[in-house]
């Protein structure tokens, strides 16, 4: 009996073996389409994140580490360890401390996992984990989507030398952040919305920049629970930031809030990256920064009206509840497809999800009044599916990996240059025009009456 059953247990292995290497000849042979149909990208992200793993240990074991901000974010939970729940008095050797207190969990997590800062090669290889998670968070978003053909991934995985720089060799905290925002993304497309905000929230208590995506998920959270129904929602975001921010709130709330929430922050000219071409007088102008925050709600505002909202009722409506619309949307779920009448986008609905997030996100980091180099992983990874899921018709295969070679070459100039940060600025406003106009609403279908009609048609439409 025994020997049957480990007969058995061969076998069904032999079997699964030879399934897999079947899969592995026939996209072989078929390498051609492999690499441009959406449907092989769990076969291609597979090779890539084993490629990765091996291309990030290789980092870490070959290119020198170099000393930004761990060791401040070190000596900034190291006070916290210590007892001090004044957030004014938490700081590190490049300043006082700036994020919400989620970082400071976090941090205070990796500070003690790593013989309180001191392991830095342990705290690569944490980081070098965090990258595979993350890539694993988004293959999976994409693979939803279903719109970016795999050979693009080649470029989003090995030809970014900032990217692995950013995680490996830099140790910040936006990685973090937005590891946790692509898991956040991930709940929402499976409709798990109250977890997905919940991830929300704490993603945006380890860096600001996340709020970036808050008024695209506004947007979808108003559009699939109307007002009342999203309040519950909002609620738990702000929940969770009182949870974690409690210890220091309950000492000095003031400070607290006007460190981890300062909206008002300066940044240094030397460290931007997309306004390099300005002269510095005009770079830390306050009229400057006014300026960009009108540029960013005119745009969050355009893309709302007539790229986010496809009803033909008024925006208004999607402060009602669902059921009591005129025209109601299907449930943001992956079995429904929206938008099928357009011919220009036709987007599945987690593809709208991804599109509404994504495109809101992008918005805010074209009018950012700063990008330093670590910033560039706030959109890097969306880069793809915003430039592909758009048709090719409007912007040809070549032109748009031409467009993701010289974005990454833009962030790879240092220090920035006057030539590198209008080079930004030109691929951004491409990206930006590609996604308005090819996501443009079809033209109004106009149905003939009734009466006029053929004969033929009416008694097939009985």
């Given at each position: 009996s025994g020997r049957k059953h480990g007969t058995e247990r061969n076998g069904g292995t032999t079997m699964a073996a030879g399934r897999g290497a079947a899969v592995l000849r026939r996209a072989w042979r078929e390498r051609r389409v492999a690499l441009l149909e959406p449907s092989y990208t769990p076969l291609v992200a597979a090779c890539l994140c084993l490629a990765e793993g091996g291309v990030n240990l290789w980092v870490i074991r070959r290119v020198p580490y170099?000393?930004?901000?761990?060791?401040?974010?070190?000596?900034?939970?190291?006070?916290?360890?210590?007892?001090?729940?004044?957030?004014?008095?938490?700081?590190?050797?490049?300043?006082?401390?700036?994020?919400?207190?989620?970082?400071?969990?976090?941090?205070?997590?990796?500070?003690?996992?790593?013989?309180?800062?001191?392991?830095?090669?342990?705290?690569?290889?944490?980081?070098?984990?965090?990258?595979?998670?993350?890539?694993?968070?988004v293959f999976?978003?994409?693979?939803?989507?279903?719109?970016?053909?795999?050979?693009?991934?080649?470029?989003?995985?090995?030809?970014?030398?900032?990217?692995?720089?950013?995680?490996?060799?830099?140790?910040?905290?936006?990685?973090?952040?937005?590891?946790?925002?692509?898991?956040?993304?991930?709940?929402?497309?499976?409709?798990?919305?109250?977890?997905?905000?919940?991830?929300?929230?704490?993603?945006?208590?380890?860096?600001m920049n996340i709020l970036l995506f808050a008024p695209g998920l506004l947007f979808l959270l108003l559009q699939r629970f109307g007002l009342l129904g999203c309040i519950p929602k909002l609620c738990i975001c702000a929940l969770l930031q009182v949870i974690l921010g409690l210890p220091f709130l309950l000492v000095n709330p003031v400070g607290y809030l006007t460190r981890s929430f300062d909206l008002g922050r300066q940044f240094q000219f030397k460290w931007t990256v997309n306004w390099r071409f300005l002269p510095e007088e005009v770079f830390q102008n306050r009229a400057f920064h006014a300026a960009l925050l009108l540029a960013h709600l005119a745009g969050l505002g355009l893309f709302a009206l007539h790229r986010w909202h496809r009803s033909k009722e008024s925006i208004l409506a999607l402060l009602k509840d669902p059921a009591e619309r005129k025209h109601p949307s299907p449930p943001l779920t992956a079995n429904n497809i929206l938008w099928q009448a357009s011919r220009v986008c036709?987007?599945?609905?987690?593809?709208?999800?991804?599109?509404?997030?994504?495109?809101?996100?992008?918005?805010?980091?074209?009018?950012?009044?700063?990008?330093?180099?670590?910033?560039?992983?706030?959109?890097?990874?969306?880069?793809?599916?915003?430039?592909?899921?758009?048709?090719?018709?409007?912007?040809a295969h070549m032109p748009k990996v031409l467009l993701l070679g010289v974005i990454e070459l833009c962030w790879n100039t240092y220090p920035s240059t006057v030539c590198s940060s209008l080079s930004l600025h030109i691929c951004h406003g491409l990206v930006l025009l590609q996604l308005w106009y090819g996501t443009a609403p079809p033209p109004a279908l106009h149905t003939p009456p009734p009466s006029r009609r053929p004969a033929a048609v009416s008694k097939k439409a009985q």
């Open positions: 170099t000393e930004i901000d761990w060791k401040a974010y070190m000596e900034e939970v190291e006070g916290f360890a210590n007892g001090t729940l004044d957030y004014t008095q938490l700081k590190g050797d490049t300043g006082p401390l700036v994020y919400p207190a989620g970082f400071v969990y976090i941090f205070l997590g990796l500070y003690y996992a790593t013989g309180r800062g001191t392991d830095v090669r342990l705290a690569q290889y944490l980081f070098a984990g965090l990258y595979l998670l993350n890539l694993l968070l999976r978003i994409y693979c939803r989507t279903n719109k970016v053909p795999p050979y693009v991934f080649f470029f989003m995985c090995c030809a970014s030398y900032r990217i692995h720089s950013i995680f490996v060799l830099r140790l910040f905290n936006d990685p973090v952040a937005m590891a946790i925002l692509f898991l956040a993304i991930n709940l929402f497309l499976e409709e798990r919305w109250s977890w997905g905000c919940l991830l929300f929230s704490l993603a945006v208590s380890v860096k036709p987007l599945n609905a987690s593809a709208q999800i991804v599109f509404v997030l994504f495109s809101s996100n992008f918005l805010g980091v074209c009018c950012s009044r700063s990008l330093h180099y670590q910033f560039y992983v706030w959109y890097f990874h969306t880069l793809p599916y915003l430039l592909w899921c758009t048709p090719t018709a409007k912007l």
